[in-house]
């Protein structure tokens, strides 16, 4: 940094002491100072190498966001993978629980002698369907809510992270 200082300072100095001569001369001509091949190949190579410096570090920096986002894409993946296990289990559960539900007021229903039997079991077995029916979707629905949360926690922590990125920066 000092070197970089004290060469912009030698250049300056030479600027001044070339416009001071060319006030002394005549209007008329124009000159051009001298171009010293050494300092401008120095120049050059300080920008080069600080620019060699910059697009490492943007590299770098794209590099780690990018295995990031495959992290996050992966645990997204995973999470919606046990997520319709999960779902798909709950369902074969229900339509089990409906099927044997549905066999037993069948055999019930085989056994009646009466009229006013049948009446009756079909009256319990609706009831009993609809709280049936009601706390199933209840089920679903809290295991929903909760398959939404999981899935979409990874994109979530990703833009909470993003954003106190962007508050650092």
């Known amino acids: 940094m000092q070197k970089e200082n004290a060469h912009i300072r030698e250049i300056v100095d030479q600027k001044d002491s070339e416009m001071a001569k060319t006030e002394d001369q005549d209007v008329g001509t124009i000159q051009f100072p001298a171009l010293d091949p050494a300092k401008a ?42 997520v319709g296990a999960e779902l798909s289990l709950k369902t ?27 009446i009756a079991l079909q009256s319990g077995f609706w009831r009993k369907r609809v709280e049936m029916y009601v706390q199933q ?19 979530t922590d990703a833009l909470e992270k993003a954003l106190t990125d962007a508050k650092a920066a």
Do not use: C, W, Y
């Open 41 to 82: 190949i120095d120049q050059m190579r300080a920008v080069a190498e600080k620019a060699g410096k910059l697009s490492t570090g943007t590299l770098v920096k794209f590099a780690s966001s990018a295995e990031d986002a495959r992290k996050m894409l992966d645990s997204i993946f995973e999470n919606t993978k046990a």
């Open 92 to 118: 074969i559960a229900g339509m089990r629980a409906n099927a044997e539900a549905d066999l037993s007021h069948l055999h019930a229903l085989v056994g009646a002698k009466l009229p006013s039997q049948v």
């Open 137 to 155: 979707a209840k089920e679903f629905q809290a295991l929903s809510t909760k398959a939404v949360a999981d899935v979409t926690k990874p994109i």
